[in-house]
């Protein structure tokens, strides 16, 4: 990725985001806004995300997040600053 309009969030999702499809539908998501990182589910019932690249569409994806899939209810996203992911693509991981 190039240009100065590029941002790196660590999203922590909570609510009903488990079980749901929750995980499959934003990484849908991400890959159709052409954004890099992962997410995973996390053992304390929140889903955990790091994303990548335009300003724009990072925007575009917390907003689907918010939204979530039929079924997920969103409670709160926590949005923190980070490094961009090592890896290229986007990915789901392992529980941690």
């Not at 100065?4 to 999702?13: A, G, K, V």
């Not at 918010?66 to 992911?85: C, F, S, T, Y």
Request: include cysteine; glycine fraction near 10%.
């Amino acid at each position: 990725m190039t240009g100065q309009d590029i941002t790196s969030l660590r999203l922590r999702i909570e609510g009903a985001v488990q079980g749901v499809g929750y995980r499959a539908f934003a990484a849908a998501e991400a890959r159709k806004l052409a954004l890099e990182g992962w997410m995973r589910n996390r053992s304390d019932g929140t889903v955990e995300a790091l994303v990548c690249g335009e300003t724009k569409q990072v925007e575009a994806f917390v907003a689907a997040c918010m939204r979530g899939p039929p079924g997920a209810q969103v409670k709160n996203i926590d949005l923190h600053k980070a490094e961009p992911p090592a890896e290229k693509g986007f990915r789901t991981c392992p529980t941690l």
